[in-house]
């Protein structure tokens, strides 16, 4: 078995070597390639890109086959300190590495969560940013932006209006990313409020429920996951008298209108949950409560990562039982203005709460296939319900490709699109036509 390997004196050594401080980058890079050098066959390091300093963006990857996707297993990321001066998250996903790792073959839950599940951590998204940062501070500081000024939170193409601010290299970089993987959920680690923010970020101000995706459900779900497994968020009480935060959740939009975000961006055109986790009041606090911020979200950051978890996954097939690539797979009642589609393997991944709903398979040019599944909560038994679609009509050489969504605002129209809540066949076949359109 792989953990034979993973007890090395090595690697305890490592896992020793990890204080509760600030990490700088050369400390950062070193114990991240400590970590893999001594956990080979659990994790792959590797750069997703460079910052406008050359710094390396660096992921590590953890789970049974940390290389590469396997069929059936769930893709999941933390991201943290894309703002420079909002530091806990950068330092508590290093400890949080240091705990899977540390725990994997020792502690069943943690074991059975990375057998079944491609966690990949990101400490920091603007290493440039943590590095100007020279006066740790509470509040606003220059070292938010990266070395162009830019702020990467608003830097993502916008779902609701044309974002005219230029893609830095540390934006371009995660979206390639996130093209190139099947992530199914994530979170991306803030400071300077102790809330758990979800979907939509931005809105058609004066136009009813349009800050609210057709998710909603899951998304509240999902940040009150994190909130109530928190020591304190749950609380609500937000970081001053005059702001609080019912359960410790908010919609973003409802706290305040922000374009450009990386959560609408991985929600709409990454087929990807995520939610926005403000992690302490004190942007960049002193280094002696780094310990007690561990703490207070261990719980939290595991529970959430279960999450992965829920739903319905499967794989959609041709006759051959070959894999369809981008055929539409939805549930009825929740229709994506960017359809959410198979990945090459023909897989797809849809977080749902538990009950009872139509599963919606489209290949264009093909009749619908529409099948009904009773989804329990199966995040204790870390993998979703599995529903395969097989398309005896379709072969290999005659299937068609669905055009990649445009990457322009394509929720101007949702109050008229979602407000009847009639996600048809008819619906489905009119965005394929648009996305056909469009290309």
Known sequence: MQQVCLWAPNALSVAAALEFKYHHTKELEEYLKGVHAAYPSLTHLHSIGRSVEGRDLWVLVLGRFPTHHNIGIPEFKYVANMHGDETVGREVLLHLIDFLVTSYGRDPVITRLLNNTRVHIMPTMNPDGFEATKEPDCYYTRGRYNRNGADLNRNFPDAFENNSAGIQPETRAVMDWIKNETFVLSANL????????????????????????????????L?????????????GTGCDNRQTFPEGITNGYSWYQLEG???????????????????????????????????????????YIKQVHLGVKGQVTDKNGNPIPNAIVEAKGRPHVCPYRTNEQGEYFLLLLPGTYVINATVPGFKSMLKTVEIPDNTGNFSALKQDFSFSEVSDQI????????????YQELARTSAAVKPTLNILVLMTIILVIFK
């Open 399 to 410: 299937r068609s490709r669905v055009a990649s969504c445009p990457k322009i605002p394509l």
């Open 261 to 303: 975000g990386m959560q609408d961006y991985n929600y709409v055109w990454g087929q990807c949950f995520e939610i926005t986790l403000e992690l302490s009041c004190c942007k960049y606090p002193p280094a002696e409560q780094l310990e007690k911020f561990w703490r207070d979200n261990k719980v939290a950051l595991i529970e």
């Open 190 to 221: 803030h400071g300077g409020a102790l809330v758990a923010s979800y979907t939509f970020d931005n809105g058609n101000p004066g136009k009813l429920l349009t800050n609210r995706s057709p998710d909603d459900d899951v998304f509240v779900h």
């Open 223 to 235: 940040a009150k996951t994190y909130s109530s497994n928190h020591a304190s968020m749950y609380k």
